[in-house]
């Protein structure tokens, strides 16, 4: 009986799509079971490329990278080099993986392995835009029932949007996609700008990962110091929110963080409000709870345990 949860990671790297990776492949707790790449951040063929390059960064070329959705369910992609860098993971000078990417589609990935996989023991972790889960329910609705939560990251309240005043970038390039797992039923834990703007990155916090004195460290360090350039000058902020971590470390340490049951929905229709997630955070409306919403972290805590399980990779 495995006492490690068995996650698949999708992804749109992203420095901090990245640093979330690194979590995963330095903690024990965790067996990834496959990374699948998503269009989001930069294009897919970065997306999956940037994917590679950090598992050999971990020293685990042995991690089956996948590619999925190049686009969005029905809206156009939307990217975001104006954050990320044309690359997508600017700051280090990463070689280009020889890892191989897999032939199957990430999408018939997620589907075959929980099929195969014992019922309610897999965690899926969107990290981007859900199309490819959005994708996998609506090819294959039994799947359904036999993954054990969706830890995402995505969505914001009271902290309002990021690509818009309204809506965060991971649900903004498709709501549509983030309906469909929304009305799925499926144990939702969602972390949305309320909770990840408070886990900044700060000069001592990026110091530390440098001080790791490893590849692994120093290329988190550049990572972080690109990354954080744009959300500094944005909100005048001292470092700048590491969004895609807090869904890896809520399954190392989920007392780190703090939340509550609510009703969310998103919005599809309104250009002007499109993709904003609604959360019933005071319980206003008798719509049915389909997500744990969290809100608080504990940033100190969060930032050792992310140093000291990359300390852990080569
Ligand atoms: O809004 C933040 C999210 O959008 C993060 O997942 C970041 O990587 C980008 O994908
Ligand atoms: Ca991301």
């Not at 889960?133 to 054990?148: F, Q, S, T």
């Not at 700008?193 to 440098?210: G, Q």
């Not at 470092?239 to 919005?267: Q, T």
Request: aromatic share 6%; proline share 6%.
């Amino acid at each position: 009986m495995s006492l490690k949860h068995k996650i698949i990671i999708d992804t749109d790297p992203g420095q901090d799509d990245a640093i979330a990776i690194l979590l995963a492949l330095g903690s024990p707790e965790l067996e990834v079971l496959g990374i699948t790449a998503v269009g989001g951040n930069v294009p897919l063929l970065l997306t999956q490329t940037n994917a590679r390059k950090i598992c050999e960064l971990a020293g685990r070329p042995d991690i089956k990278v996948f590619a999925g959705a190049s686009r969005p369910l029905v809206r156009s992609l939307v990217t975001a080099e104006n954050v990320h860098g044309k690359t997508g993971l600017n700051g280090p000078d990463l070689p280009e993986p020889t890892m191989p990417l897999q032939e199957q589609h990430a999408v018939d990935f997620i589907v075959e392995t929980l099929m195969r996989e014992e019922s309610g023991t897999v965690t899926l972790c969107p990290l981007g835009p859900l199309t490819n889960i959005a994708l996998a329910l609506n090819r294959e609705p039994r799947i359904g029932d036999r993954i054990k939560q969706i830890v995402l990251m995505g969505g914001g309240f009271f902290e309002g949007g990021n690509i818009t005043p309204a809506a965060e970038f991971n649900i903004y390039v498709d709501p549509h996609a983030c309906e469909v797992v929304l009305g799925s039923g499926i144990d939702i834990v969602m972390m949305p700008l309320d909770v990840t703007h408070k886990a900044l990155t700060s000069a001592s916090r990026i110091a530390a990962f440098r001080g790791l004195g490893s590849r692994v460290g120093t290329a988190a360090a550049e990572m972080l110091e690109f990354f954080e350039r744009f959300d500094e000058e944005k909100y005048g902020t001292d470092g700048g929110p590491l969004h895609d971590p807090c869904v890896i470390a809520y399954l190392i340490k989920p007392d780190l963080f703090s939340g509550r049951r609510c009703n969310v929905e998103v919005e599809t229709g309104s250009e002007l409000t499109m993709g904003m997630t609604v959360v019933d955070w005071w319980g206003v409306t008798s719509r049915g709870k389909n997500a744990t919403v969290m809100r608080d972290i504990d940033a100190a805590g969060f930032f050792a345990l992310l140093v000291e399980r990359l300390g852990r990779l080569s």
